[in-house]
């Protein structure tokens, strides 16, 4: 089946510093990835949704100048926590398809603690 | 706004015990409804699915039925084995300026022991 890989699995940083946090469709190219967030028995709650080569769409109530999505190929996405805070730390996922009918792969998410 | 409310856990049963998580919908509209499994280490992955009212998911000895009348889509399953044991959530899909998008619950973890 299609896999989606994320990397680093999990990353503490500093307050005050940037971290990148990398999507890949490892045997698929996906037109659209979608970031996601979860906190601690929360559900998950979407961030944007990119479309490869294009700007991403943001939720609402999501800050687009601290959470900076790149779709710049058809396997790759990446979301860059920016000033990272405490308050960012939380389990964040990707997932990734190539059509409406296809269905979503999601990654196995990246545990961002921030000090 | 849609959402889904699915029972809060955790769930812990004996193998070879009947299995219910219990999931509730609100959406405009006539959404698709699935359930993800998420086992220890690994991305969600897509258990079933149901279109339209009526429908039967199944996969994996899980069903879910898509009741329109009580906006339910509860997952059973009639014998859990350990390696059941998973968070797993329900979710709909809602469609907004042209593209689709999933709207999930909060998760139940099940733990089946032998």
């Known amino acids: 089946g299609a896999v989606v890989s994320q990397h680093p699995s999990w990353v503490i940083c500093k307050s005050g510093t940037s971290v990148k946090i990398e999507c890949r469709s490892l045997?698929?190219?996906?037109?659209?990835m979608f970031w996601y967030r979860q906190f601690p028995k929360q559900s998950l709650m979407l961030m944007a949704t990119?479309?490869?080569?294009?700007?991403?769409?943001?939720e609402q109530g999501v800050e687009k100048d601290k959470f900076l999505i790149n779709h710049a190929s058809l396997t790759l996405s990446t979301l860059t926590v920016t000033s990272a805070h405490p308050e960012d730390s939380s389990f964040y996922i990707c997932?990734?398809?190539?059509?409406?009918?296809?269905?979503?792969?999601f990654g196995p998410g990246t545990r961002l603690t921030v000090t | 706004g849609d959402s889904v409310t699915q029972m809060e856990g955790p769930v812990t049963l004996s193998e070879e015990a009947f299995l219910t998580i219990n999931c509730t919908y609100t959406?405009?509209?006539?959404?698709?409804l699935f359930w993800y499994v998420q086992y220890p280490g690994e991305g969600l992955q897509l258990l079933l699915k149901?279109?339209?009212?009526?429908d039967k998911g199944s996969n994996k000895g899980f069903e879910a039925t898509y009741r329109k009348e009580t906006t339910s889509f509860h997952l059973e399953k009639g014998s859990v084995q350990v390696s059941d044991s998973a968070v797993y959530f329900c979710a709909l899909n809602r469609y907004q300026g042209g593209s689709e998008k999933l709207v999930f619950g909060k998760g139940t973890k099940l733990t089946v022991n032998p």
């Open positions: 997932s990734a398809r190539t059509s409406l009918s296809s269905g979503s792969f």
């Open positions: 045997d698929f190219q996906a037109t659209t």
């Open positions: 990119s479309n490869e080569g294009s700007k991403a769409t943001y």
């Open positions: 149901a279109t339209k009212a009526d």
């Open positions: 959406a405009t509209g006539y959404p698709s």
